[in-house]
């Protein structure tokens, strides 16, 4: 029922921008906490950013100053705009929403599918 899809992926030289998008959509009263990791090839998979639904951020250290994630709650989408980025920054990029589907209930946690990330010259 619900589902998180993203958008936004490709190549990019560095030191160029990209940016995602992530929209959740399906049976949804609220969506709480959203966020971006990523995983590269023979990595695990890392936590990049996070912001609450009322808009406070956290970012990792990796991605501070270059990245910048930001909401539209009317819409169940988050952004995550990434400048100035590097071959490092290569990785299958995943949405992540922390969700009520019903009034009165915990949340759940959702993944999208992803989204590639390739950064390089």
């Known amino acids: 029922q619900v589902q998180l899809v993203e958008s936004g992926g490709g190549l990019v030289q560095p030191g160029g921008s990209l940016r995602l998008s992530c929209a959740a959509s399906?049976?949804?009263?609220?969506?709480?906490?959203m966020g971006w990791y990523r995983q590269a090839p023979g990595k695990q998979r890392e936590w990049v950013a996070r912001?609450?639904?009322?808009?406070?951020?956290n970012y990792a250290d990796s991605v501070k100053g270059r990245f910048t994630i930001s909401r539209d709650n009317a819409k169940n989408t988050v952004y995550l705009q990434m400048n100035s980025l590097k071959p490092e920054d290569t990785a299958v990029y995943y949405c992540?929403?922390?969700?009520?589907?019903?009034?009165?209930?915990?949340?759940?946690?959702?993944w999208g599918q992803g989204t590639q990330v390739t950064v390089s010259s």
């Open positions: 992540n929403a922390d969700i009520n589907r019903y009034y009165g209930d915990g949340y759940l946690n959702y």
């Open positions: 399906g049976s949804i009263f609220n969506v709480n906490a």
């Open positions: 912001i609450t639904r009322g808009g406070i951020t």
